[in-house]
């Protein structure tokens, strides 16, 4: 059923907004100092224990907090969800916030660089997780048992909704056949391997249902549901053969495959749908074009190098254009065409330069004492990767600025 809301669910969906603004916020912040610990010759650049703490709440701010709590957003406002579920929801989200400030008191424990959630070795960090995923969790099993009336936007936020129920599964039976072991980064990257390849599946059914609310033709079209089916169906094949496969490189590999042929399916139905009806948005025509940069990142990657958030800050780029393309709906002024394209200049900036310096080299877990010498063509890129990340992140303070007041007073 379409979200019909009450003056509660209406108080309970701001909350979410505001609650995952907040989260952008803090990501963002976290994000300058990262690149400024990048920059050779900074005086802190050093402090490779601060660069890893940094990334830590940085990355699980964005990818625990920011986008799933976007997507209970959306989802509120698309159905009409059970208020005290919502309630609860909230309730433990807001407890997860609290719990991540607290562990800031074990900043100074080890922390392991997994490759999608770099993990703090603090219970305290990781029961914040915990209670967020919970937390999201409530929403999403409430969403999957709510009709779509055959409406595309309803039905792709459901398929991202059963997604993330998949990447809750494959945590749950990771922790019964894997033994997580404080003092192994390998642990936890087999741990949250699976995860992490299925969540970006997941972000991409939530781009693609974003996108599909500015369609003038509503219905789920065949191409649609058979794209949605083949990305969420491909993530449990994926997991089947990672729990039953003997070899250890299938095993990794084999979401690697999954995300790089099949994730994006929805998002290229939904774009191909959005260029028929030439549908004229500015957010939205960016955010098409980010993540087409994002998914050819993708598919070029050089491990172990800064090609990787190249492709992640694509993908994470053309989510939040179109959520902000959902905000600005029918709001469109000269200030916003001005931060919209900054914004996506910088977005796109920030792609080609962490491409460019992955492609000669450059770590992806590194500060800027670690990196070496750089050539004159590996400091060009660096200067590029600050030049689009200043002005993204810069703007995207701004976008969030302009609508968090106003949607605390809504609360």
Known sequence: MVSTLSNTGIKSTETWLASALLSLLLANVLAILLILLK???????????????VLAYHVNLAMVFWVPMAACWYWRKLFQLNN??????????????????????????????????????????????????????ILALEVICCSDNKQAKLFLAKSAAFVWLILVFSIIGNLLVVDVNYSS??????????PGHIQQTMNSLLIAAMWSYFLN??????????????????????????????DELIKRQVFTWQMTLFSWWPMAAVAWQVLKEKLSNLYLGFS??????????????????????????GMTGAFNLAFFAILLKNKLNAYS???TLLYAGGIILLIIGLSWAGSLGI????????????????????????????????????????????TVRRM
Not at 217 to 244: D, N
Not at 288 to 307: D, F, H, Y
Not at 386 to 397: D, E, K, M, R
């Open 39 to 53: 920059i050779p010759f900074f005086p802190f650049g050093s402090a490779h224990t601060l660069f890893k703490g």
């Open 84 to 137: 005290f579920k919502g309630k609860l929801a909230l309730c433990l989200s807001g407890l997860a916030f609290i719990f991540l400030a607290l562990s800031l008191m074990d900043i100074q424990n080890d922390i392991s660089l997994s490759n999608y959630y770099p993990i703090l070795h603090s219970d305290i960090f990781i029961l914040s997780l915990i209670l967020q995923v919970v937390s999201v969790s």
């Open 185 to 194: 980064d390998g642990s936890f990257e087999k741990l949250l391997w699976a």
């Open 217 to 246: 033709c509503e219905k789920v079209l065949p191409i649609l549901r058979l794209s949605s089916w083949v990305a969420g169906g491909t993530c449990i094949i994926a997991l089947c053969i990672q729990y039953f496969s003997a």
């Open 288 to 313: 098409l074009s980010v993540a087409a940069m994002g998914m050819l990142v993708g598919m070029i990657i050089v491990p172990g190098t800064l090609s990787i958030p190249g492709h992640y800050h």
């Open 337 to 339: 065409e001005k931060l």
């Open 363 to 406: 770590g992806r877990k590194l500060v800027a004492e670690q990196q070496g010498i750089l050539t004159v063509w590996q400091g060009s890129a660096i200067a590029l990767i600050v030049l689009g990340a200043v002005i993204a992140i810069a703007t995207s303070i701004l976008i969030v600025k302009s609508f968090f007041p106003r």
